[in-house]
């Protein structure tokens, strides 16, 4: 089957460090993305992994274990703007489809 | 460079009638990807369009269609709508299909079914 599991809520500190983990099962994998979804808007790409390892850019990190169907979303210096759902997403391989996790909600406070 | 666009923004209809919401990519893209987008099932997959052929259908009734023009501009069609139809629905280009091909979203369609 097809699954994508991230916690649904979030709270952190403004200039905190927080990580959003995505644990995924599908029939294949053919690469994960990360959007960030501010409310009553469109998601916005965030990162791409396809290889295990981690991705850099700026002050978001997101990293990949293939082995272990896992990956996080590591902010940094975290600003209020940062308040957004964070959607975890998987190309699967055999479908070739993209499959998104429900999202996460992530509440920054000053 | 424009992005996506969808229109309309927001959509009131009845149970038992249809309605078509349109997308235009981000010029030169050539895969059209449509969403539906609700609180508690988050983004489910509905099709891909890539060159005017449907390449991908999600898990829908057949109530739920759709087309690519060959200007690239998306219609996505449903017929007999539900109340649990209304949810947003958004649109998604990229440059070719599949792989990790980055999707770039339109502000989305908001459809609200009484």
């Known amino acids: 089957g097809q699954n994508i599991d991230q916690p649904t809520e979030m709270t952190a500190t403004e200039g905190a460090i927080v990580q959003i983990n995505c644990t995924y099962q599908?029939?294949?994998?053919?690469?994960l993305f990360w959007y960030q979804q501010h409310a009553g808007e469109a998601p916005t790409f965030l990162s791409y992994?396809?290889?295990?390892g981690l991705e850099e850019k700026g002050r978001f990190s997101s990293f990949l274990s293939r082995s272990k169907g896992y990956s996080y979303l590591l902010l940094k210096e975290l600003q209020m703007k940062d308040s957004a759902s964070y959607l975890c997403?998987?190309?699967?391989?055999?479908?070739?489809?993209?499959?998104f996790g429900t999202g996460t909600r992530l509440q920054v406070f000053p | 460079k424009a992005g996506v666009t969808q229109t309309p923004r927001y959509l009131i209809k009845t149970r038992g009638q249809q309605v078509t919401l349109s997308c235009s990519p981000i010029?030169?893209?050539?895969?059209v990807s449509w969403y539906q987008q609700t609180p508690g099932q988050g983004l489910q997959f509905l099709f891909e369009?890539?060159?005017?052929?449907?390449?991908n259908k999600g898990n829908f009734p057949g109530r739920f269609s759709g087309r690519q023009f060959s200007n690239s501009r998306s219609e996505m069609n449903v017929s007999t709508l539900e109340l649990g139809d209304s949810a947003l629905y958004l649109c998604?280009?990229?440059?070719?299909?599949?792989?990790?091909?980055?999707?770039?979203f339109g502000p989305g369609t908001r459809l609200t079914v009484l």
């Open positions: 010029s030169g893209h050539r895969s």
């Open positions: 599908t029939s294949g994998f053919n690469g």
């Open positions: 997403a998987v190309r699967d391989r055999d479908t070739d489809k993209l499959i």
């Open positions: 998604a280009s990229s440059l070719i299909a599949g792989e990790g091909n980055e999707q770039f």
């Open positions: 992994n396809v290889l295990d």
């Open positions: 369009y890539f060159s005017e052929t449907q390449r």
